[in-house]
T-cell receptor
Framework: GQQLNQSPQSMFIQEGEDVSMNCTSS?????WLWYKQDPGEGPVLLIA?????ELTSNGRLTAQFGITRKDSFLNISASIPSDVGIYFC????????????FGQGTTLQVKP | KAGVTQTPRYLIKTRGQQVTLSCSPI?????VSWYQQTPGQGLQFLFE???????NKGNFPGRFSGRQFSNSRSEMNVSTLELGDSALYLC??????????FGSGTRLTVV
């Protein structure tokens, strides 16, 4: 199936460090979404981006919708142990569809 | 405000059987989408329903089907189960063209 190219695949960082992950696509998207998933649970929405160039923050999280509409990144500042989990990007090509294309996920581990 | 509710949380079925999973969206949400999540393929879109009509469909065989009721609740059905159908099945709901809220999923194991 179709997927976005998300990197890195995994990260192991020290508490307090900043984290950056990104997604790229060969297709243009109208919406980029970033989710976090904990084991045994569904993905939880972190940030939604609806316009090319948009930069949005949610606490220590910042995400941007790339100008080309083919990429997005997520930054986490001053990481804490509860940031541990799998982060997914998701893109939507059209505003009238619920079809999201997901990246493969970035597994984040934080060492206290 | 209640979130997206999926039932059951866990299910074990035998090859060849069929299964029905249920999803109750957030109140007021009319769009319901279904996804399959496996370690190998990640999150894959199954289908989306809006106002009781299938609006989009992913690349899954016809054994996978769904429907949506007038109260926006949705069900998905998988017939003639195969071992490869073992997965976490996730439902997401949304207001029109908004962001999507996921349920906790149904973990299906086919033996």
């Amino acid at each position: 199936g179709q997927q976005l190219n998300q990197s890195p695949q995994s990260m192991f960082i020290q508490e307090g460090e900043d984290v950056s992950m990104n997604c790229t696509s060969s297709s243009i998207f109208n919406t980029w979404l970033w989710y976090k998933q904990d084991p045994g649970e569904g993905p939880v929405l972190l940030i939604a981006l609806y316009k090319a160039g948009e930069l949005t923050s949610n606490g220590r999280l910042t995400a941007q919708f790339g100008i080309t509409r083919k990429d997005s990144f997520l930054n986490i500042s001053a990481s804490i142990p509860s940031d541990v989990g799998i982060y997914f990007c998701a893109g939507r090509g059209s505003s009238n569809t619920g079809k999201l294309i997901f990246g493969q996920g970035t597994t984040l581990q934080v060492k206290p | 405000k209640a979130g997206v509710t999926q039932t059951p949380r866990y299910l074990i079925k035998t090859r060849g059987q069929q299964v029905t999973l249920s999803c109750s969206p957030i109140s007021g949400h009319r769009s319901v989408s279904w996804y399959q999540q496996t370690p190998g393929q990640g999150l894959q879109f199954l289908f989306e329903y809006f106002s009781e009509t299938q609006r989009n469909k992913g690349n899954f065989p016809g054994r996978f089907s769904g429907r949506q009721f007038s109260n926006s609740r949705s069900e998905m059905n998988v017939s003639t189960l195969e071992l490869g159908d073992s997965a976490l099945y996730l439902c997401a709901s949304s207001l029109e063209a908004g962001s999507y809220t996921f349920g906790s999923g149904t973990r299906l194991t086919v033996v």
